[in-house]
């Protein structure tokens, strides 16, 4: 383990992240839409936040996220689609951290379910790349 002491935050992070998301989207958060993308951002910046409260370090934390995001899509494996949108979403919640590290976790849930409204639907023919700071989903819900 390269941060034992990233340990605790990461598992508070994702057992807060799956009340969030049940709190605003029930079990939705568990299906391919807007709400499973609200959910990878969210579980990606409160990694990063809570770890930054132990080094204060953004690039550090940010590779820790990734890191252990990676892994869980590794080891749960989806189909195709389903696994570039959650690696993607995630992604959006590394960025969303890098760009307001001192914002509270309030204000970013909130910035996050905005973002939500906005998820853009994709398929196989999607240009991901041309939405690197968007939430994006499968499913409509």
């Known amino acids: 383990m390269s941060h034992p002491l990233f340990i605790v935050p990461t598992i508070r992070a994702t057992k807060d992240c799956i009340r969030i998301s049940t709190d605003n989207y029930g079990r939705l958060h568990h299906k391919n839409g807007p709400a499973n ?4 951002a969210l579980w990606n910046y409160l990694i990063a936040k809570r770890c930054f409260h132990v080094r204060r370090n953004v690039d550090s934390v940010l590779g820790w996220a990734k890191k252990i995001t990676d892994w869980h899509e590794h080891a749960f494996p989806n189909a ?12 959006v919640g590394r960025l969303v951290f890098r760009e307001n590290p001192e914002k509270t976790e309030r204000e970013i849930i909130e910035l996050l379910k905005s973002m939500t409204l906005v998820s853009v639907k994709v398929d196989s023919n999607t240009d991901f790349e041309s939405l690197i700071t968007q939430l994006i989903h499968i499913l409509d819900q």
């Open 37 to 40: 993308a609200f959910r990878h």
């Open 80 to 91: 195709e689609l389903a696994k570039k949108m959650d690696f993607h979403n995630n992604a």
